[in-house]
């Protein structure tokens, strides 16, 4: 079993649409957690992080569930420019970063 | 504005040759990391260095070593390319304690 699973996707939306991205984590040792953006052929950047109170940035809110080892990510009316790979990242306390293998979107018009 | 450069966008190499990814950051940042992303494999970890001289075997080490001799310097060295070792490298850095992780633009390797 891989340390950080996501959803398969592909995602495919129209624009104005809801989405929501989930990923698990195997390490209950994990201490922070983040989602990253990449589009075609660029590298990863990162989108927000992730804290156990939840937190909202404009159209998206991403969630921690220590409990159940999940984190979520939220996209409300989403647009033509949020079409991109989707990348989950939990990090142990040593430093060490884990990617999950990344959720596509396409949001069409 | 903070960086991770990689020495190379492309390099096209033979097989069996020695092969050196250099990446360079100029944030103070104590982490270091090499990883391949190749498609439907995500970004596996092929190594990480949490200090000068430290390194840590990350998911896939085979094939690969690594060298950290100065704080903004991290190496990937293929000892002798082979063919599946083509792939996107990516380097990445991260302060100690903040967990966010910058990226360099990335060296698309291929090995013929």
């Known amino acids: 079993r891989k340390e950080v699973e996501q959803d398969p996707g592909p995602f495919n939306v129209p624009e104005g649409a809801t989405v929501a991205f989930n990923c698990t984590y195997s390490?209950?040792?994990?201490?922070?957690f983040f989602w990253y953006r990449q589009d075609c052929r660029k590298e990863p950047k990162l989108l927000m992080s992730?804290?156990?109170s939840g937190n909202e940035d404009g159209r998206f809110t991403a969630q921690l569930n220590r409990a159940s080892q999940y984190i979520s990510l939220l996209i409300r009316d989403s647009k033509l420019s949020d079409s991109a790979t989707y990348l989950c990242?939990?990090?142990?306390?040593?430093?060490?970063?884990?990617f999950g293998d990344g959720t596509t979107l396409t949001v069409k018009p | 504005d903070v960086k991770v450069t990689q020495s190379s966008r492309y390099l096209v190499k033979r097989t069996g040759e020695k092969v050196f990814l250099e990446c360079v950051q100029d944030m103070d940042h104590e982490n270091m990391f090499w990883y391949r992303q190749d498609p439907g494999l995500g970004l596996r970890l092929i190594y990480f260095?949490?200090?000068?001289?430290?390194?840590e075997k990350g998911d896939i080490p085979e094939g690969y070593s690594v060298s950290r001799e100065k704080k903004e310097r991290f190496s990937l060295i293929l000892e002798s390319a082979s063919t599946n070792q083509t792939s996107m490298y990516l380097c990445a850095s991260t302060k100690s304690g903040t967990g966010e992780a910058f990226f360099g633009q990335g060296t698309r390797l291929t090995v013929v």
């Open positions: 390490n209950s040792a994990s201490q922070s």
């Open positions: 992730v804290y156990s």
């Open positions: 260095s949490y200090d000068v001289k430290m390194k």
């Open positions: 990242v939990v990090n142990t306390n040593a430093g060490k970063s884990t």
